[in-house]
């Protein structure tokens, strides 16, 4: 038995899976991690640097997960390490206000015009279920909308899928959540216009709100259509719900403004009501966030009737983590840069596949991408669901053996930093022409 908690005591992925399974459920503490979606034994992590992850075995792998997001400047920034160390040894935690809580929320709100005001919590299902009570709460209503596909945390009232027909409200997705709980929440499905219309026809006064992705990281990579995005935000706005734009995995990700900012180009003077951050803003530490016009911010606890709280919100050295983060991303020039080496790497997949004749697409925005063993982007679930998963799992471990680690999911998104450099990206190329020729 390892006597010093940090230094890994098991020799190999194997042993200390073996180990982890026997006192944490499955051996991880969030399901995605133990590769069941696609099959094989999870790397357990020893360190990270820069665009790179090491395991107990000593394997270098080009990570392009990235925590799920928040790796948005690679592992180990200096100046975000440093911030973390000069915070901590201030103190871990005080119960009581700080200014860098007050400057965090500066600095989201300088990069998003829709939002007056924020609050800082610990997790993006914190931020989410937050935002959502106060939909409630500001609008007196209880139904809500989400899409089939879209993942906002595991409040319970979100862990839903579609009922069997458009009118019927949703089902749990998960044991322990009552039916009574997701009573008031209808699935609908991504980028369909005629189910918004259908739905808001039937209960548009007794929404409080549309939660959604605006790009669908939990299908991979989805974007939401113009007309789409155009129509929900025109609906929200004549029954008077509130748009939630769920910008956990988004946010400071596909641009600096998020993909709010890509909607408010295409579509002039668009911004959603209500917008819920993490991932990036929190570096890595556990750190998320939701925010509003200041009027809906207001019924909030301690001033209006919705309750909300947290012992370790706003956390001092989650904040520093943040802020020096978000320092580094709004830099001129950051975004460019990313949004060119992310779109080199799925570019050259799709250049890999052609040469192989396999059947792949690909899309990116900013530091995000997705890739679809599909002729055709998928619009939705069903049609990300459709996609040939047998070949993804092929392919996941074919690329993970080359030192390549992408999400073990073909749901999810993968994530690149400014850490990774051109010769990571041509590794990466490599490893996945040999992958898509074995
Ligand atoms: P967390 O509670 O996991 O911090 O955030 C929930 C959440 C909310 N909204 C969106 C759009 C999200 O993507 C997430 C969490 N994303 C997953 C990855 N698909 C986190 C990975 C995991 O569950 O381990």
Not at 151 to 165: F, P, T
Not at 171 to 192: D, F, I, K, M, R
Request: glycine residues 10%.
């Amino acid at each position: 038995m390892s006597t010093s908690p940090t230094r890994p005591s098991s020799a190999t992925n194997a042993a200390a899976f073996e180990r982890a399974q026997r006192v944490i459920p499955g051996g991880v503490n969030s399901p995605v991690r133990a590769f069941r979606a696609v099959g094989g034994t999870p790397r357990f992590i020893a360190r990270a640097e820069g665009a790179y992850l090491w395991d107990v075995e000593g394997r270098r792998y080009v990570d392009y997960i990235g925590s799920w997001g928040p790796m948005i400047l690679g592992h180990g920034h200096p100046a975000v390490l440093d911030a973390v160390r000069e915070a901590a040894a201030r103190g871990l935690s005080f119960g009581a206000p700080t200014e860098a809580e007050a400057e965090l929320a500066e600095a989201i709100i300088a990069e998003v015009p829709s939002v007056d005001q924020v609050r800082l919590v610990s997790s993006g299902t914190e931020a989410a279920m937050s935002a959502l009570r106060l939909a409630r709460g500001a609008t007196g209503r209880a139904k809500l909308i989400k899409f089939e596909g879209c993942y906002h945390g595991h409040a319970d009232a979100l862990l839903v899928k579609a009922g069997s027909g458009l009118a019927t409200f949703g089902h749990p997705t998960s044991a322990g959540v009552p039916p009574e709980v997701v009573q008031h929440t209808l699935v609908l499905e991504y980028n369909n216009v005629q189910q918004l219309e259908a739905a808001f026809d039937a209960h548009g006064g007794e929404l409080a709100a549309v939660v959604v992705e605006p790009i669908a990281g939990n299908m991979n990579f989805v974007r939401s259509s113009l007309p789409f995005m155009r129509r929900l935000r025109e609906l929200c706005t004549k029954h008077g719900a509130m748009l939630v734009f769920d910008e956990v995995m988004t946010g400071f990700r596909v641009a600096l403004g998020g993909a709010q900012a890509l909607y408010a180009q295409a579509l002039p003077g668009f911004a959603p009501d209500v917008s819920v951050f993490g991932k990036v803003i929190g570096g890595g530490m556990p750190l998320a966030a939701f925010g509003a016009r200041r009027d809906v911010m207001a019924q909030l606890a301690p001033l209006g009737p919705v309750y909300q709280a947290g012992t370790l919100s706003g956390n001092p050295v989650a904040t520093a983590c943040g802020l020096a983060t978000l320092r580094e991303i709004r830099k001129p020039g950051f975004f460019d840069a990313l949004g060119r080496r992310t779109q080199s790497l799925r570019e050259g997949l799709a250049a890999v596949a052609r040469e192989a004749g396999v059947p792949l697409c690909t899309d990116s925005e900013g530091g995000m991408f997705g890739f679809f063993f599909a002729s055709t982007l998928p619009q939705n679930y069903t049609a990300v669901m459709a996609t040939d998963q047998p070949r993804f799992n092929g392919f996941f471990h074919a690329m993970l053996d080359r030192g390549v680690y992408l999400a073990p999911a073909l749901y999810e998104a993968g994530f690149v930093s400014a850490a990774h450099s051109d010769e990571d990206i041509a590794l990466t190329l490599e490893a996945a022409r040999q992958a898509l020729r074995s």
